[in-house]
């Protein structure tokens, strides 16, 4: 042991290269087999070696503009898609001729697309189904209208395992920005959505983190849905860190591109986060300000669809539970924003404000409190009588904090009575 | 200075361990790719694999390649097609009473689309192949695009837009651009939980009298030996003719016709089974099958509508909305149809209307 020193060093370095080589999870990653690079006119081209794509291999769209109908990859595993940043390489798919997306990507295993700008389809922007291990970085997903002749979403990975999307940006999607749908493992962070009608959405999607994110300037800045009659229930979802603030936009979904029933177009402008039919939620230390209809919604499956309790199965429950709400700082302006009235629910919150202004004279106008709980609890199913069946918890500081706005007995207005006690909700 | 020559030294070995380290690897990958067995190889033109004798483009087909129909067919914007089944010498089908029939390894199953243009001519636009591939037992697609002067068909993955003018069965013309699919839009519909497979062939849908014959397809096909393991026919199910109303009821018809021209993704584990809309003729689910269930990810194309099926009006029901329209995001399906299919929207929304309204 002359050299104890030089020993350590070799089996630190050793250990390293082993690590490096086979086991080393980055090495893995940025190794492809084949390998091969694009610029802008060789469409044909690009489109040809997306179709005949095999495992292992990345795919380099070099700085530029490019014009496409769509592209798809589908069953292989391994693959990189990558552009010189999302302000050098520029994909335009205004051409869209069928099909229901820009860039469809189905059944891969391991699928990374980054560094990019993807925008103007017809149809959604980006449709990841399918498939395991996918990571969406660096890009840039967008409308230049946005209005209802948008596709319905920006970033759509649908039907998953373990999805990553990071430090992208997007804009003008009738529905969702970032959609993240019957999912299990997903995570969403450092990312930007402004001018969509929901920012971001978490939907049938479980063991979710959104975390880092900016959401402004949409109907809605985030949404977590539970729909009945799909493949996986969603829940376990964790959101913090975020900044949703002026989520305060037109509702553009079309005269509801959506009907009245489910999905976004019920979103209210005005709408911080909306938490839908779904279970094992905490949000916390998020900053959700000037959302100026409310800056967070708890609802149930009831409130949108008088047959939710037929649908309840192992996949599905209408009533949102095990809420935990703490340590945001929450603000909202002085009034609604214009389009909220406009809309139907923002009409339904504008009536609540109201009528707990009439109930209550002492309240002196007040603004609706800042969390809405729509209170169809699981009392309608059990005819139980405890004000708080389905773990809902607050801890917040804020005044004029919480209604439980009664909305079964909207029809009857001299039953209908909003109720402003939160201590059956405080977190114990 | 005997110190800095050894840590060199090290630094030498190490890099050189992480190079060797990496090739192994690497090795290891592409030995994994590489395989003995025969893989099946697409052939370059149609031609090349004397399907057919004579004329090409009159598709008679030599000894061993068998002409089918199904009861109910795909809409393909009016096309005319000729579909075969290509198995291995002396191989059999086996009866399966759901899902495609078994195939033995190596067969073929060959459709060519084609169209009657203003002179009432038949013209080939393209020949698809799907192939149970010897070396790993699955299906493979390849596509093949006819020339201009209708010799042969070349092998085409990237799918091709061709402007044509048709007529359909009643004579009425269509100005269109017709969608050669490519090979990945192809998958589309035939993979189901990850699985490419073929859509047509499954007994229920060939177990009917095919047009200028006299025996059932798959009582012929016993006595032929291309098929075994046929039960009686009272045993074996069957999908309505969709234009067949002496026969079958409005309700059946309607259900085969969405069954065929929906339900390869609007199944699950197929393309649309994020939707839970659920369109085979055997679903009895209502909220599945679309009545007064909600759409999750239509967008814009629900088209301001609140439910898939209205029972009672088919105006207000997502589903016809998107049958009759040709708009990419909302026509339905989303592949290979550029014109409204009028006599199709005729019959669903005849069955939507009659739905009754309590259902």
């Known amino acids: ?428 | 200075m005997r110190k800095t020559y050894l840590y060199s030294l090290l630094i030498l070995l190490s890099t050189s361990f992480i190079v060797l380290m990496q090739q192994a690897c690497k090795h290891k990958s592409t030995s994994q790719t590489t395989s003995k067995t025969q893989e099946f190889e697409f052939k370059e033109k149609l031609s090349d694999y004397a399907f057919f004798k004579g004329p090409l483009k009159d598709l008679v087909p030599v000894e061993g390649v068998t002409p089918y129909d199904l009861s109910t067919p795909l809409f393909t914007d009016y096309s005319i097609k000729d579909r075969f089944i290509v198995l291995p010498e002396g191989q059999s089908l086996q009866y399966t009473a759901n899902g495609p029939l078994d195939f033995p390894d190596s067969s073929i199953l060959i459709k060519n689309f084609a169209y009657t243009n203003e002179a009432h001519q038949k013209i080939m636009i393209e020949t698809r192949l799907l192939v149970k591939d010897p070396k790993d037992s699955k299906w493979k697609v390849m596509n093949y695009l006819w020339n201009k002067e209708q010799t042969d068909a070349v092998r085409h993955i990237t799918g091709a837009k061709v402007p044509i003018t048709l007529l359909d069965e009643h004579g009425e013309e269509h100005v269109t651009t017709y969608m050669v699919p490519n090979t990945n839009d192809c998958k589309r519909c035939h993979i189901n939980n990850g699985t490419l497979t073929p859509i047509g062939p499954k007994a229920r849908n060939l177990n009917y009298t095919r047009k200028g014959t006299s025996v059932n397809q798959l009582t012929q096909w016993t006595s032929t030996g291309i098929l075994v393991g046929l039960p009686d026919l009272t045993q074996v199910a069957q999908l309505p003719v969709w234009t067949d109303a002496a026969h079958y009821s409005l309700e059946k018809r309607a259900r085969a016709y969405l069954d065929i021209n929906c339900a390869h993704c609007h199944t699950k584990g197929g393309d649309a089974f994020n939707t839970g809309l659920f369109l085979d003729y055997e679903e009895t689910n209502p909220n599945h099958l679309g009545i007064k269930k909600a759409p999750v990810s239509a967008g814009g194309g629900a088209g301001g509508l609140d439910f898939d099926i209205v029972p009672g009006d088919p105006a207000q029901s997502i589903l016809l909305h998107r049958m009759n329209s040709v708009e990419p995001g909302t026509a339905m399906p989303e592949l290979a149809r550029t014109i409204i299919h009028k006599e199709g929207v005729a019959l669903i929304s005849e069955w939507i209307q009659r739905l009754p309204e309590g259902k």
């Open chain 1, 1 to 428: 042991m002359r050299h104890p020193i030089f020993f350590k060093l070799f089996f630190a370095l050793l250990t390293i290269a082993i690590m490096s080589a086979c086991t080393g999870k980055k090495d893995q990653q940025d190794t492809y087999s084949t390998v091969l690079s694009f610029k802008p006119g060789d469409e044909a081209k690009i489109e040809e070696a997306f179709l005949s794509i095999k495992d292992s291999t990345s795919i380099l769209l070099q700085a530029g503009k490019y014009e496409f109908d769509n592209l798809s990859i589908v069953q292989v595993s391994h693959i990189l898609i990558h552009g010189e940043g999302h302000d050098k390489t520029i994909l335009n798919f205004s051409s869209q001729s069928q099909g229901g997306e820009g860039i469809r990507v189905t059944d891969v295993k391991g699928f990374t697309i980054d560094g990019m700008t993807i925008r103007d389809s017809k149809g959604d922007l980006l449709k990841i189904s399918n498939s395991s291990d996918v990571k969406v970085t660096n890009l840039h997903a967008l409308w230049s209208q946005a209005d209802s002749t948008s596709g319905g979403y920006a970033i759509y990975p649908v039907l998953c395992k373990n999805v990553l999307v990071e430090n992208c940006y997007t804009e003008g999607s009738s529905d969702a920005g970032i959609y993240v749908g019957q999912t299990d493992g997903a995570i969403v962070r450092n990312c930007k959505a402004a001018k969509n009608v929901a920012g971001c959405e978490i939907e049938n999607t479980s063991n979710a983190e959104v975390y880092d994110n900016e959401f402004y300037n949409n109907t809605a800045g985030f949404l977590i849905f539970d729909l009945p009659d799909l493949s996986k229930r969603g829940g376990k979802v964790k959101v913090y860190n975020n900044n949703i603030y002026d989520n305060n936009f037109r509702n553009f979904a079309k005269s509801g591109s959506f009907g009245t029933y489910w999905g976004v177009g019920n979103a209210s402008p005005g709408s911080g986060i909306i938490i839908l039919a779904a279970s094992d939620i905490e949000i916390y230390n998020n900053k959700i300000t000037g959302n100026n209809t409310a800056a967070i919604t708890i609802a149930s499956g009831f409130a949108t669809d008088d047959k939710a309790a037929e649908k309840i199965n192992a996949n599905y429950s209408p009533i949102s539970k095990n809420i935990k709400i703490h340590s945001n700082k929450l603000e909202m302006g002085a009034d609604f924003p214009k389009p909220a009235y406009e809309h139907r629910i923002g009409q339904v919150l504008v009536a609540t404000q109201d009528q707990l202004n009439r109930l209550d004279p002492n309240r002196k106008n007040k603004r609706i409190p800042l969390i809405v709980y729509d209170g169809f609890n699981s009392n309608i199913l059990t005819k139980g009588t405890d004000l708080n069946p389905d773990s809902i918890c607050i801890d917040q500081p804020e005044e004029n904090l919480f209604v439980n706005a009664d909305f079964q007995h909207i029809a009857t207005p001299e039953n209908w009575k909003p109720n402003m006690n939160i201590v059956p909700f405080q977190c114990k």
